[in-house]
C-alpha cells in the first residue's frame, strides 16, 4: 500500500474528512517559487490528499498529529519566525519545510527539499532536531505504528 493510501485508510477510521489532493499545476508552482522538488512519495502522497482538513475537529488525529495542507507548507526558518520561537542552527535548514505538527506544536516536523537530502525527515522546535526517518514513506510508516522515534526522548 503507498504511504497516502495507507494514510486514507488511518484517518477514515479514525473519522476524519480526507482533503482531496492538489493539482499537479499547483504542485509544479510551489516548486517553482521556492525552487525546490518535492520527493516522488512526498509529491504523489500531496496529489492524492492535501494533509488533513483544516476544519475544527478533523485538523488532527486522536493522538495530536497534524499533517498540514500544502498551503501551510514552509520553510523551516519561516515556521520558526510565525510561532517566534528559535531557529535550528545547522547546515541546510532553509531546506527543510515544516508539514507536520505534534500536539498543537509541542514540536513539528519537516522534509528536506534539497536534492542532495531529499525526503530526510526532521523533528525540530525540541532540545535538538533530529533526522528521525530517511524518507517521507518512512515517517509514515513509523506514524502509523505510532513509533517512540516520532516523540521527543525523555531526558
Given amino acids: 500500500m503507498k504511504p497516502y493510501q495507507a494514510l486514507i485508510q488511518h484517518w477514515s477510521v479514525e473519522g476524519l474528512t480526507i482533503s482531496p489532493g492538489i493539482s499537479e499545476e499547483a504542485l509544479q508552482d510551489f516548486e517553482s517559487k521556492q525552487r ?39 520553510p523551516v526558518p519561516e515556521e520558526c519566525a510565525a510561532g517566534r520561537i528559535r ?23 519537516a522534509i528536506s527539499l534539497q536534492l542532495s ?17 530517511g524518507s517521507f514513506t518512512e515517517f509514515v510508516e513509523a506514524y502509523l505504528r505510532d513509533s517512540k522515534q516520532l516523540y521527543v526522548p525523555q531526558i
Fill in 36 to 74: 525546490v522538488s518535492f520527493p516522488a512519495d512526498f509529491r504523489e502522497y500531496l496529489a492524492n490528499v492535501n494533509g488533513m482538513a483544516p476544519i475544527g475537529g478533523q485538523d488532527s488525529d486522536g493522538k495530536g498529529f497534524a499533517f498540514w495542507p500544502l498551503n501551510r507548507i514552509r
Fill in 117 to 133: 537530502q531529499s525526503g530526510k525527515i526532521l523533528q525540530f522546535g525540541t532540545h535538538s532536531p533530529t533526522v528521525i526517518a
Fill in 87 to 109: 531557529v535550528p542552527t545547522f547546515e541546510g535548514v532553509e531546506s527543510y519545510f515544516a508539514f507536520a505538527d505534534y500536539m498543537q506544536w509541542s514540536w513539528a516536523y
